[in-house]
């Protein structure tokens, strides 16, 4: 069994940074890549970021782009994001994802900026 493991959601001001780790555990074979969404009440699931486990390459939602930096350890199964200069729009429940025969997603933690 699969599980993912969200931690590092919170509130903070804008302007703010937070840091979000996501660490994959169990019979997890084959991960290609590994990743972020976001939703946000009453509004569709969209893609923050997303990495290759080989390579590290790299693509980020066009509302997140020169603020927000994913990366990745992959001998400890782990994804991150770095949120930096954030802004009340970017308050969402964000989701990992770790993508291999199929794609697994994690619970879902929450991050609100608000002054």
């Known amino acids: 069994q699969v599980q993912l493991v969200e931690s590092g959601g919170g509130l903070v001001q804008p302007g703010g940074s937070l840091r979000l780790s996501c660490a994959a555990s169990?019979?997890?074979?084959?991960?290609?890549?590994m990743g972020w969404y976001r939703q946000a009440p009453g509004k569709q699931r969209e893609l923050v970021a997303g990495?290759?486990?080989?390579?590290?390459?790299?693509n980020y939602g066009d509302s997140v782009k020169g603020r927000f930096t994913i990366s990745r350890d992959n001998a400890r199964n782990t994804v991150y994001l770095q949120m930096n200069s954030l802004k009340p729009e970017d308050t969402a429940v964000y989701y990992c994802?770790?993508?291999?025969?199929?794609?697994?997603w994690g619970q879902g933690t929450q991050v609100t900026v608000s002054s």
């Open positions: 994802y770790f993508e291999a025969s199929r794609r697994y």
């Open positions: 169990g019979s997890i074979f084959s991960i290609n890549a």
């Open positions: 990495i290759t486990r080989i390579g590290g390459s790299t």
